[in-house]
């Protein structure tokens, strides 16, 4: 019998599109073109990520920080980093 999960966060998937963030029992995609940190780094450092308090999402090797408000609604952080 399975267990329960013990992760609150944890990259499920990475393809060449992007990436499947599982958060707190949601799941997010990333996509490259939104999130292009991701695209060309070390796996290493795209699995090394941390759930802070807060609701905040911290990849340390990454210097990249975001929070699950901005997975949920990204239609009301409309800035992107180029």
Known sequence: MPGTTTSKIEVTNIDS?????FVEQEEYFLPHDDYPWFKDARLS???NVELLPGQ???????DV??????LKNPESFPLKSK
């Open 45 to 47: 450092d795209v699995l």
């Open 17 to 21: 599109q992007g990436l499947w963030l």
């Open 56 to 62: 905040h999402i911290h990849w340390p090797a990454l």
């Open 65 to 70: 920080d975001l929070s699950v408000e901005i």
